[in-house]
């Protein structure tokens, strides 16, 4: 843990209590409201050097320290994209942070494509793992043996099952597939989606992978969930845009919150 992080956590204990966390929770692209449902402090990520300054329409650049359900948890509202920075460890800080804080696992959320019929925009998909189809990773330059981390069940299996009993609980079907990381900015044209699809992806987005590497890195459980805004490139004749993406996020945001809160309320 760098000495940064434990002083950025001090600062935001003195804030927001001294209580540990328990969950970290990165909000999507259109997601940004679920933030307002904890009741908390929240802190600008201006007031925390060395956090990104999410330039990314659709996100809400705040932590935010307080209770969902009874359990302490750490908001992310918004999240740094290699696109944005050409760095693949921006949201290492953060991350860093929230691992100081005390929190056992994080859940991460995005938008994203589907290639899968049966995963409609709208839906929501539980990652169960992953293809870092940019070839990019945080941890390059990271010079300590701790680099070489294991990623296989890195999409933890104990909270998928807590997951998907959460979604039961609320009558809500949650599929289970795996994430194509793609660098973006630009869309994937249809050929890179068939070749993704070929590869095994069920989704893909912009997002997630590298902050997934990084929580295992720093020893955080870890559980993702994509918001199903639109079929990937090729797949239908819908137009693909930032603006589409974000008007169909919130199809999906509902779902998400009741999910997350039965979960929260289940532990
Ligand atoms: N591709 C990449 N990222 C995305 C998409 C997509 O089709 N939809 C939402 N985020």
Same mark, same amino acid.
């Given at each position: 843990m760098s000495r940064n992080a434990e002083d950025l956590a001090r600062q935001i204990r003195d804030r927001a209590g001294a209580a540990p966390v328990r969950f970290g929770l990165v909000l999507g692209s259109g997601l940004g409201?679920?933030? $307002?449902?904890?009741d908390g402090v929240a802190i600008d990520y201006?007031?925390?050097?060395?956090?990104?300054?999410?330039?990314?329409?659709?996100?809400?650049?705040k932590l935010v320290i307080g209770d969902l359900e009874g359990v302490r948890v750490a908001v992310f509202g918004g999240r740094s994209h290699y696109? $944005?920075?050409?760095?693949? *460890?921006?949201m290492r800080l953060p991350l860093e942070v929230l691992a100081a804080l005390g929190a056992e696992a994080l859940i991460l959320t995005n938008a994203a494509g589907s290639?899968?019929? *049966?995963?409609?925009?709208g839906e929501l998909m539980l990652l169960n793992d992953h293809i870092?189809?940019?070839?990019?990773?945080?941890?390059?330059? $990271?010079?300590? *043996?701790?680099?070489?981390?294991?990623?296989?069940d890195a999409y933890d299996p104990g909270l998928r099952k807590a997951l998907q009993s959460a979604a039961a609980h609320e009558g809500l079907n949650l599929e289970q597939g795996v994430y194509a990381w793609y660098s973006g900015p630009s869309f994937e044209t249809p050929a890179e989606i068939r070749a993704i699809r070929t590869l095994g992806a069920d989704a893909v987005g912009m997002s997630t992978v590298p902050e997934v590497i990084l929580a295992r890195f720093l020893g955080l459980r870890v559980a993702a969930i994509s918001t199903i805004t639109n079929m990937a490139a090729?797949?239908?004749d819908e137009k693909i845009s930032h603006e589409h993406t974000k008007a169909m996020a919130p199809l999906g945001a509902g779902k998400l919150e009741r999910i997350l809160r039965r979960f929260l309320k289940n532990l």
């Open positions: 409201h679920l933030a $307002e449902a904890v201006a007031e925390l050097p060395g956090f990104p300054h999410a330039g990314v329409s659709g996100h809400n650049p696109y $944005e920075s050409g760095r693949g *460890d921006a290639m899968r019929a *049966d995963i409609p925009p870092n189809f940019s070839g990019l990773n945080p941890l390059i330059g $990271e010079p300590t *043996d701790r680099r070489f981390v294991p990623m296989a090729g797949m239908s």
